[in-house]
């Protein structure tokens, strides 16, 4: 089955510590895509990253990074010297396709919450 | 930048009621998708469009309906509304589904409406 679990469901931590959310995903496919999305109470998703599968080179954008690793099916998101504005929902999600037209499935997110 | 706009933030209706959400997005994209959102459950899939006049269900199709007349617009409608369809809905649009398959790029989200059904 094809699936995305992002096991921590709440985190909490005070301004300028680091914190990783975690991200692992099951396919059979060889070719799909990684994303992360940010919700901020605001509501509205903001694409963050995407990557492919062929493409295991970690990104580093600002106090952001991203950790893929195909051979535990993770791809997990670190922020550095996390910030009050970071605190959001966070969701991974995996594109596929498996010999159909595409499925695009989100993990159940993690809420990330940065006290000052 | 991409502004996908939804109707209302949000919205109150009863039981039994034919409820329209609309979603509008200025960049002329191609597909359209409509989720729901829900505590613990994440983001599910209801329907979703490539082009005018189409659509794909997804995940959660029953109790909805959907209609895309126009590229740039695509509603969601609930035919008879009911308590546990009480959500935040969502609306995303991507650009062009490429050799018929659900394409790559990311989808860009509006402001959700919280809908309640009393």
């Known amino acids: 089955a094809q699936k995305v679990t992002q096991a921590q469901t709440e985190i909490s931590v005070v301004e300028k510590e680091d914190v990783t959310l975690d991200c692992v995903y099951e396919?059979?496919?060889?070719?799909?895509?990684l994303f992360w999305y940010k919700q901020p109470p605001s509501g509205e998703l903001v694409f963050l990253i995407r990557?492919?599968?062929?493409?295991?080179q970690n990104e580093i954008s600002g106090r952001y990074s991203w950790n893929f690793q195909k051979s535990t099916s993770s791809f997990n998101f670190t922020i550095t010297a996390s910030q009050v504005v970071d605190s959001a929902v966070y969701f991974c999600a995996l594109l596929f396709y498996g010999g159909s037209q595409g499925n695009l499935i989100f993990g159940k997110g993690t809420k990330l919450s940065v006290k000052p | 930048d991409v502004k996908v706009t939804q109707s209302s933030r949000y919205l109150v209706k009863r039981t039994g009621e034919k409820v329209f959400l609309e979603c509008v997005q200025d960049m002329d994209h191609e597909n359209m998708f409509w989720y729901r959102q829900d505590p613990g459950l994440g983001l599910r899939l209801i329907y979703f469009s490539y082009d005018v006049k189409m659509k794909e269900k997804g995940d959660i199709p029953e109790g909805y309906s959907v209609s895309r007349e126009k590229k740039e617009r695509f509603s969601l409608i609930l035919e008879s509304a009911s308590t546990n369809q009480t959500s935040m809905y969502l609306c995303?649009?991507?650009?062009?589904?490429?050799?018929?398959?659900?394409?790559?790029?990311?989808?860009?989200f509006g402001d959700g409406t919280r809908l309640s059904i009393l």
């Open positions: 995303a649009s991507s650009l062009f589904r490429d050799g018929g398959v659900l394409s790559n790029q990311p989808q860009h």
């Open positions: 396919t059979r496919d060889t070719t799909y895509y």
């Open positions: 990557r492919n599968s062929f493409d295991e």
